[in-house]
């Protein structure tokens, strides 16, 4: 199985899990494919850019208005680049902004404005995960044709049982390669 010549943009949310984005960037370029990371503003606070800035050899998008990018209007740029758009981890948050059509920042501009199919691995503590706000937006997400992976069963950081923890980064690729009709 090759993400050869695929790109994927990896949006990273603020969420305890955003420490094992990593994992499943370096994953995504091993099968070959081609990340291009965009964080939120949350995310920064909770894994630094430089580190996926080191991991791919790209820029680090965090902020929509700095114009020092690459691009030109960069989230129209990105949405196009993409041949899969995930989310991982994607907080409540993101989620609700997502099905709810708020693109105020990078990444949900760029999710409103991309063709390719878009995945999402939510990661949450249970309470939020069950919250029925949440649930509601999942399923809106979900009949308008949004993929989700996880979150799993496990521990969370606060040391409860629960549906939460982000879905393991093989399983994220492998619906990754799913979606992209590599799997
Ligand atoms: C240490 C820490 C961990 C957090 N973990 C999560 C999480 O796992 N899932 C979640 O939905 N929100 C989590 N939050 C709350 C989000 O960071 C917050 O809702 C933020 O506004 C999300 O912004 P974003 O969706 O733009 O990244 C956490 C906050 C902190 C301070």
Not at 41 to 57: D, Q
Not at 85 to 93: E, G, R, Y
Not at 138 to 158: D, M, N, W
Request: hydrophobic residues 45%; proline residues 5%; glycine residues 10%.
């Amino acid at each position: 199985m090759s993400l050869e010549g695929k790109t994927v943009v990896l949006g990273v949310t603020g969420s305890i899990a955003a420490y094992k984005a990593p994992t499943v960037a370096r994953k995504l370029q091993s099968k070959g494919a081609d990340v291009i990371v965009v964080i939120t503003e949350a995310g920064t606070k909770l894994v630094g850019p430089l580190t996926f800035r080191s991991l791919t050899g790209k820029p680090v998008i965090v902020d929509m208005f700095d114009p020092s990018t690459e691009w030109q209007i960069e989230h129209i740029s990105l949405a196009e680049k993409a041949d899969l758009f995930l989310i991982a981890p994607a907080t409540a948050n993101t989620i609700g902004k997502i099905a709810h059509g708020i693109a105020d920042n990078i990444l949900t501009c760029a999710v409103m404005a991309t063709r390719a199919p878009v995945l999402i691995a939510p990661a949450m503590n249970v309470n939020m995960y069950e919250n029925l706000v949440v649930q509601e937006n999942i399923r809106r997400l979900q009949e308008l044709g949004y993929s989700f992976v996880g979150p799993k069963v496990g521990r969370l950081a606060t040391g409860i049982e629960g549906r939460g923890p982000l879905a393991d980064p093989d399983d994220i690729v492998r619906r990754a390669e799913e979606l992209l009709g590599e799997g």
